[in-house]
Nanobody
C-alpha cells in the first residue's frame, strides 16, 4: 500500500537547521510531483514547498524563500526539505504529500497521498 514516512523533525534553536526526509513506497515515485506542507496549532495547513516529478522545477511559500530547499532523489524514492535559518514561526507539524500530476502543484486539495507528519519546534 501507499506509504509516505517523514523523519528528521525535532527541537532546534532559532537560527538552526533541520533536514526533513520523506520516504515513499507503494507507488511510482518518479511519476509524482511532491510537496511539503505544515500546520501550526489553530492554523490551516499550508504549502511550504513543491517539486515536480524530475526535480527540475520547484516552488516555495514566500515565508520560506531563501531559507528552505526542496529536493528529491528518485533512485531512493525520497523527497527532502532542508530548512536553514529557522524561526519560531516555523514551528509546526510538517507533512509530505504526493500528487499524481507531473508538474509542481500549489493546491493542497490536489494531493493524493499524505504522510503522518513530523513535529518541528523552533525555540527562541
Amino acid at each position: 500500500q501507499v506509504q509516505l514516512v517523514e523523519s528528521g523533525g525535532g527541537l532546534v534553536q532559532a537560527g538552526g537547521s533541520l533536514r526533513l526526509s520523506c520516504a515513499a513506497s507503494g507507488f511510482t515515485f518518479s511519476h509524482y510531483a511532491m510537496g511539503w506542507f505544515r500546520q501550526a496549532p489553530g492554523k490551516e495547513r499550508e504549502l511550504v514547498a513543491a517539486i515536480n516529478y524530475s526535480g527540475a522545477r520547484t516552488s516555495y511559500a514566500d515565508s520560506v524563500k531563501g531559507r528552505f530547499t526542496i529536493s528529491r532523489d528518485n533512485a531512493k524514492n525520497t523527497v527532502y526539505l532542508q530548512m536553514n535559518s529557522l524561526k519560531p514561526e516555523d514551528t509546526a507539524v510538517y507533512y509530505c504529500a504526493a500528487d499524481q500530476g507531473y508538474k509542481v502543484n500549489l493546491l493542497t486539495e490536489a494531493y493524493d497521498y499524505w504522510g503522518q507528519g513530523t513535529q518541528v519546534t523552533v525555540s527562541s
